[in-house]
């Protein structure tokens, strides 16, 4: 399964880049800001995308929103500082398929994305 992976900060990335690899994921993309993450997706077609809500140039909603409009199918895991009940309301409703709230450690990043692989299916991208 391919990995979208878009985050302000290069440690994150970096520490989420080698627990996806681990577990057999691959990497296919790394963005730092909402502009390149939408670039990003839209050229390399993941399967899901790791999405930080605070970036710069386009927030995680925003940049969610214009990935779901290019790649519905796509599924987005929004994570984020702020642990408040109306991000999480405010990443659904821009189109993430779940939430998970930071700091997090790898197992629950990898368990995440596994419960995200599940419920594809068999759906196959084209």
């Known amino acids: 399964?391919?990995?979208?992976?878009?985050?302000?900060?290069?440690?994150?990335?970096?520490?989420?880049?080698?627990?996806?690899?681990?577990?057999?994921?691959?990497?296919?993309?790394?963005?730092y800001d909402g502009v390149s993450a939408v670039e990003i997706a839209e050229s390399t077609q993941p399967d899901f995308v790791i999405m930080d809500i605070a970036l710069p140039r386009k927030n995680g909603f925003?940049?969610?929103?214009?990935?779901?409009?290019?790649?519905?199918?796509?599924?987005?895991?929004?994570?984020?500082?702020?642990?408040?009940?109306?991000?999480?309301?405010?990443?659904?409703?821009s189109g993430c398929f779940d939430f998970l709230p930071k700091p997090f450690d790898t197992i629950a990043l990898i368990s995440r994305l596994d419960e995200m692989k599940d419920s594809l299916g068999d759906l196959k991208y084209g």
């Open 1 to 31: 399964m391919k990995v979208l992976i878009v985050d302000d900060s290069s440690f994150v990335i970096l520490v989420c880049r080698q627990a996806l690899e681990k577990s057999g994921y691959q990497v296919v993309g790394e963005a």
């Open 62 to 93: 925003e940049a969610t929103q214009m990935i779901q409009e290019i790649l519905p199918k796509v599924k987005v895991l929004a994570v984020s500082a702020i642990d408040e009940d109306w991000v999480r309301d405010k990443a659904i409703e």
